[in-house]
């Protein structure tokens, strides 16, 4: 990337649709569209995790020198569900959100988040995040903190998984109460699922059910992730649920398959972010972004979150 463009010759402005999707071509083909792309998030958003909640579309910037783009991304307006305080109005029930930044030249960055300020500032928001997985240095650079991250993984629908435990009967379908008890189980609290979204695979072990999953129907994402009773872990249940998991999209015709860990931790290896790595790595999941969340923030010291790397080795 090029860092010296001569600013005075950038120019931030509202850009189409189109001229948006064919500069991210450049950088990323994981989605067909636009609208796909927009779609596929709005159906993630039952999870309302930092970069993953309901929002409106505010503007599509790009930066251009001498007429040509140089670095894009999207404006948002997303609920304000952080649980603590940013230091701004209490009262305030949304904010702006940055997300999708590609730069060919890192030095149009500060020119296009001011750009974005104003628009925000304008549709009545007075503070705001940024969701990114490219630009966390000149993130960093321009006194932006890091207050949230998480990974979002993938399978190809062709692969297959291989192990699990052949014990184990799949079930799709079941009571709340028989799953509120695997998740008190595999991490201490329970979220209803949506039945009306997602489709849940239950795994039952001599007739007990020991495992579960939330389907969406619509995003292709395990919704909060594969669970195991606590003393039935690491017996090859969890790979036998993903299995299922797979099995289901492909034939519904899914190209991919998603899951998404939120960190408990920024800065520390937590055990439960590490094993969750480990197990989805190892039945073949890919990484295919991970999201860092930035705001403006003082920070008296640098913070410094380990890689994935530090999760899964070892
Ligand atoms: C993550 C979880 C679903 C794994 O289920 P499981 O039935 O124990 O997993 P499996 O026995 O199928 O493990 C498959 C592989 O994953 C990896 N793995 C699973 N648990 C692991 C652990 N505690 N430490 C290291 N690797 C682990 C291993 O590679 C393992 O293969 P191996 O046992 O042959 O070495 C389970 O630990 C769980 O319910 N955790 C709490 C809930 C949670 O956080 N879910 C993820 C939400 S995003």
Same mark, same amino acid.
């Given at each position: 990337? +090029? ?19 064919? $500069?991210?071509?450049? $950088? ?9 792309? *927009? ?6 958003? /039952?999870?309302?995790?930092?970069? /993953? ?9 790009? &930066? ?18 952080? @649980? ?16 999708? /930044? ?9 020119? #296009?988040?001011?750009? &974005? ?8 928001? =007075?503070?705001?995040? /940024? ?16 207050? =949230? ?69 619509? =995003? ?10 606590? *003393? ?7 790979? =036998? ?8 999209? @492909?034939?519904? +015709? $899914?190209? @991919? #398959?998603?899951?998404?860990? +939120? ?30 969340? $930035? ?14 790397? *530090?999760?899964?080795?070892?």
């Amino acid at each position: 990337m +090029n860092g010296n463009t001569n600013m005075s010759s950038n120019r931030v402005e509202e850009i189409s649709e189109k001229d948006f999707w064919n $500069f991210v071509g450049n $950088f990323d083909t994981s989605f067909q569209s636009l609208d796909q792309y *927009e779609k596929w998030k709005q159906e993630l958003s /039952i999870l309302r995790d930092g970069w /993953i909640r309901k929002s409106e579309r505010l503007a599509l910037l790009g &930066a251009k020198t001498n007429g040509k783009l140089i670095g894009i991304m999207r404006i948002l307006r997303v609920s304000f569900s952080e @649980r603590k305080s940013w230091g701004f109005n209490e009262n305030e029930k949304e904010r702006g959100e940055i997300q999708d /930044i590609y730069l060919k030249s890192s030095g149009c960055l500060k020119l #296009m988040i001011d750009k &974005a300020e104003k628009i925000m500032y304008k549709n009545g928001l =007075s503070t705001f995040a /940024i969701s990114d997985w490219r630009n966390w240095d000149l993130l960093k650079d321009l006194g932006f903190g890091i207050y =949230s991250r998480s990974v979002l993984l993938h399978w190809d629908t062709t692969a297959q998984i291989s192990g699990g435990n052949k014990a184990v009967e799949i079930n799709f379908g079941t009571k709340k109460d028989v799953l509120e008890e695997i998740q008190k189980s595999s991490w201490g609290f329970f979220v209803s699922p949506v039945f009306k979204k997602q489709d849940i695979v239950l795994a039952l072990l001599k007739g007990e059910p020991v495992g579960c999953a939330y389907l969406n129907r619509f =995003s292709g994402n395990i919704d909060y992730g594969v669970h195991v009773k606590k *003393e039935h872990q690491r017996r090859g249940i969890g790979t =036998s649920i993903l299995k299922s998991a797979l099995d289901y999209y @492909r034939k519904r +015709n $899914f190209k @991919r #398959m998603f899951v998404i860990r +939120n960190f408990r931790s920024i800065t520390k290896v937590n055990e439960s972010d590490r094993v969750a790595l480990k197990f989805y790595i190892g039945c073949g999941g890919d990484v295919l972004r991970e999201y860092r969340g $930035f705001r403006m923030k003082r920070q008296s010291r640098k913070i410094r979150a380990p890689d994935i790397g *530090e999760y899964i080795g070892g």
